[in-house]
């Protein structure tokens, strides 16, 4: 990356520093050892309830995420394979027997919808990347295997990847 756009990079970050409350989602530039990802991907290490957006061989966007719960956790490489604004919900099978009680449909936009204001799918499962309607859970061992965003995070994670960006699941 050049200096020109790592200088513009953080100063639009620190900006949204200096407007932000301590409740607020920002992303963070931070110098990241991970060589071994190209830049586009998206890293999330669960243990660490963190999401990395690889910038180059030495910089990602940082985000907090919360993560799958004891049991529900995964691992392995996929990609997005669709990006969705204020997405309606059909809660999977598992939660479906978990929680009966639940719609089969929560539409997009509702207060109730986990689904928060924007979610990119994942490939090969029922998992996705999303935000939230429960902020207070982003940071915890939380979901069914989603990686839950705060609603701000997603909104900028969203507009910087595309439909075929992969994703790396780390424990």
Request: glycine share 12%.
């Amino acid at each position: 990356m050049s200096m020109k756009i790592a200088l513009a990079l953080a100063a639009t970050i620190g900006a949204g520093v200096l407007i932000s409350t301590a409740a607020e989602a920002r992303p963070e530039m931070v110098g990241a050892h991970l060589e071994n990802y190209s830049p586009g991907t998206i890293v999330v290490k669960t243990n660490e309830r963190r999401l990395y957006l690889i910038l180059d061989s030495g910089h990602a966007v940082r985000y907090p995420v919360g993560v799958g719960k004891s049991g529900k956790q995964w691992a392995g490489t996929t990609r997005i394979d669709g990006k969705y604004r204020n997405p309606a919900w059909s809660p999977p099978a598992e939660v479906k027997r978990d929680k009966p009680q639940l719609p089969d449909v929560i539409p997009g936009g509702s207060p109730r919808n986990p689904m928060g204001v924007a979610a990119m799918t994942l490939a090969g499962g029922e998992y996705a990347i999303h935000g939230t309607n429960v902020p207070g859970s982003v940071g915890g061992f939380v979901s069914y295997g989603c990686i839950r965003m705060l609603n701000d995070d997603i909104t900028d994670l969203y507009s910087r990847v595309s439909v075929g960006t992969t994703v790396v699941v780390t424990r």
